[in-house]
Every structure is written in C-alpha cells, then in structure tokens.
C-alpha cells in the first residue's frame, strides 16, 4: 500500500510539473467556470415580474422593458362548468417596435375549439400590448373562467451538462499526456536496452581496425536480413539514420550525437562525445567504449532488477479493489438491517 500511494504522488507531481498539461487545464477551467456564470445569471435578467394576488394566481406583468422582448411561462387553468383543465401558455412579449408576426404559444392538449380560439386571441393581445404593466384576464370572450398561475420551465440541463463535459474534457487531456509521456519512456527504454549490445559491437569493430562510419553501416547493415517487426525502435531508428545518411558527407559521430541529444539520454550522449573527440583529435575511443559497455551491461542488469520489483507495485492496485469490495461486502448486511 506504501509503494501504492507513492506511485500515486510521483504521477500527481509529474502531472502538475507538465506545463503544457497544467495551462490547458488551466484555460478550460477558465471558459467552463465563465459559461457556467452567464448560463446562471442570463434568465432572471431577460423578464419582468409577475404580480400575484393573495391566492397565489398571476394577474398582471409589469415589464421590465418596452424595447426588448420578454418572454414569461405560466400555467392557465381553464374552468368550463365542473371540469377543470391546465395548459402551459409561454408569453412572448413584443417590443413596441415590432408589428404583429405570429404567436408564440406551446401547448400541452387541444380541448375545443372555441376555448383554444379565446386563449390564441388573449395571448396575442397581451404579446402584442405597448402598457408597461398588463392586466391579465379572468375570463375568456365566451366567460369561461380561467386562472394563470406561475411556471418555472426553465432549461437546466446545460448546467448538468457542462460539468460532465469538462470532467471528460479533463480526463483526455489528462490521458493524452499520459500517452505523450509513456511513448517517450518506452524509446527511452528500448534505447538503454539496446544500447550496450550497440556500444559493444562498435567497441569489437573498430578494435578490429574499422573506422566509425565503416563500423557502423556494418552494424546497421546486419539489420536488414530481420523483419522489421523483430526490430526494436531503437535499431529501427539506426537503420533510418544509416538510410538518411548513406551517400552523404556527413560525421557519424554528429548524426549519433544529434539523435542521443533529441531522446535526452546522457549514456548515449557519452559514447557520441566519445566519438566525437575521437574524430576531432584522435583519442583512445577503444579503452572509452570498453569502458562505457561495462558500465551499460551493468546498467541494464540494474534496469531488469527494477522491473521485477515493479511487479509488486502493479499487483497493489488489483489487491487494494479486491480489499475495498470485501470491505463492502462485509459491512452490507449490517448497514441494510440499520
């Protein structure tokens, strides 16, 4: 569990010490918290207010504005005789300015036809009235009763939404540079495992007489009698080098030197600075490479011991799910007798 929870402070802190990662989190953050704040505070400023009497029922609007439109959901009961109906009627109040384009009604049933004629010709009144505070009816034209009660119909599931989207949003890019850097770690990887076996075979070659360029078109010349998926990465990308630079003038010791300066790994960047002085004045490159391959061979025994050890860290996360399902395994019965 020690080594469990370590692992999990060594990601936490890699992950705050990505910059890239960190300043995207950063920015949508930023644009989730301000969509979330103009979704909260747009709808109470688009209306006005609606009166109420004592009973609760709606019998006016006061307008908060004459130039823009308004829009208010409410309920209308309708009373014909003993039978009591509701609809749901969303108003949508003109500005002055417009003319009479149509109305704006949403309805749940149609009960009759003269009732349905009397709310569309009461509701196009009041969309189309130029008061700043409107009377609403209690009867329709045929002395139907009617009652208008208050409605929240608003739509809050953008408000649900956008969290859940900003979780996920979260977690791929959180994913994407998990992916970034474990592609790195597994180049780096397979350039430290074929290093010594590489540095050894320049060592042999060139004690043999061999000049650096000579030694090692022969060592990538050897890979083309392998399929290349019995290739690692590591010999794919000498292959590549040896293709990028047959034919062409250029230093060995620079193209090694170059590519263990892209992948960032300092044992590679000691055999190329070894070369790279043997080039430049002569020095003893076979006692350095025998040296640096000792120090490689030992190096990958170390890296292999480390990863047997790493087994036990991966077994803690099956192990700590399998103790927390017993945990609750065991204490159900008791918390549903409670």
């Known amino acids: 569990m020690d080594d469990l929870m370590v692992t999990l402070r060594n990601k936490t802190a890699a992950l705050r010490n990505d910059t890239r990662l960190m300043s995207g989190i950063y920015a949508v953050t930023l644009v989730t918290a301000l969509l979330i704040l103009a979704l909260a505070v747009r709808g109470p400023e688009e209306s006005g207010k609606l009166i109420a009497d004592g009973s609760g029922a709606i019998v006016g609007i006061s307008r908060r504005s004459l130039q823009k439109t308004e829009r208010y959901d409410l309920d209308l009961e309708i009373r014909d005789g003993d039978e009591i109906t509701k609809r749901e009627v969303t108003l949508t109040l003109q500005p002055q300015s417009d003319g009479r384009t149509g109305i704006r009604i949403s309805s749940k049933d149609d009960r009759q036809a003269s009732i349905e004629a009397g709310i569309d010709s009461i509701i196009s009144e009041i969309e189309y009235s130029k008061e700043r505070k409107i009377s609403l009816p209690h009867t329709l034209p045929d002395g ?46 397979s350039i430290l495992k074929g290093l010594p076996r590489f540095c050894n075979q320049l060592f042999l070659m060139m004690n043999a007489g061999l000049i650096l360029s000579d030694a090692f078109d022969t060592i990538t010349g050897s890979y083309v009698s392998y399929e290349e998926d019995d290739l690692s990465s590591f010999e794919r990308d000498l292959a590549s080098m040896r293709d990028a630079t047959d034919g062409h003038r250029i230093s060995t010791a620079e193209v090694i030197k170059d590519y263990a300066l892209r992948n960032d790994v300092k044992e590679m960047i000691r055999i190329a600075s070894i070369l790279t002085e043997n080039e430049r004045r002569g020095s003893d490159v076979i006692e350095s490479l025998a040296r640096e391959s000792r120090y490689l061979w030992d190096e990958r025994k170390i890296v292999a011991r480390e990863s047997g050890k790493m087994i036990d860290t991966k077994m803690a996360y099956p192990l700590g799910l399998l103790l927390i399902l017993l945990i609750v395994i065991t204490m159900a019965p008791a918390l549903l007798g409670m």
């Open 144 to 189: 139907t009763a009617i009652r208008w009660l208050g409605a929240d119909r608003s739509d809050n599931s953008l408000l649900i939404l956008i969290p859940v989207i900003y979780a996920a949003l979260i977690l791929m890019m959180i994913a994407s540079s998990g992916r970034g850097d474990k592609s790195a770690e597994e180049r780096r990887r």
